[in-house]
């Protein structure tokens, strides 16, 4: 990992990433996305969310989240997933870097063109301790959808 402006930047390789990459990511995800919290980045706590986990073979995991049905940001009405982008709307080239940014990643085994940051970035309406979203080429305005371009441990 190394530092470059005001927030890390984590390098991994494929091969890196069994242990020790993981680990570093999830140190410094976390660590930043404490002290943001702690700092009020956040539009509410996660402290008052209730979790329940249902009955069954499953697992499944229910919460009560009446901050986050207050408070979040109304979601942009979508009419497909290949909605095209508008700058003129939401989009994570507006966020406030200082409060948001949680890392760049930078992928040693893609050749990466100047301009084309893969980052992490908070879910200012979090869900969970640790939410966040992976927003891959930032700069360039790529509509929401998935798409083949994304780090490698992602798969």
Same mark, same amino acid.
């Given at each position: 990992m190394r530092m470059k402006q005001q927030h890390p930047v984590v390098e991994y390789s494929t091969s890196?990433?069994?242990d020790k990459g993981k680990q570093e990511l999830d140190e410094v995800v976390l660590t930043r996305w404490d002290l943001f919290m702690q700092r009020g980045h956040f539009r509410y706590n996660t402290d008052t969310?209730? *979790?329940k986990v249902v009955e069954g073979d499953l697992g499944y995991v229910a919460q009560s989240q009446l901050n986050r049905a207050k408070l979040r940001r109304p979601p942009q009405s979508m009419m497909t997933l290949k909605q095209e982008f508008d700058k003129e709307k939401f989009n994570f080239n507006k966020i406030d870097e200082s409060k948001e940014?949680?890392?760049q990643l930078v992928n040693k085994d893609r050749v990466s063109?100047?301009? *084309?940051?893969?980052i992490l970035i908070t879910n200012v309406s979090p869900i969970s301790r640790g939410h966040s979203l992976l927003v891959p080429q930032v700069e360039a305005g790529l509509p929401q959808a998935?798409?083949?371009?994304?780090?490698c441990f992602m798969s």
């Open positions: 890196e990433l069994v969310i209730t *979790e940014l949680l890392c063109r100047q301009g *084309e940051r893969d998935p798409c083949c371009h994304r780090p």
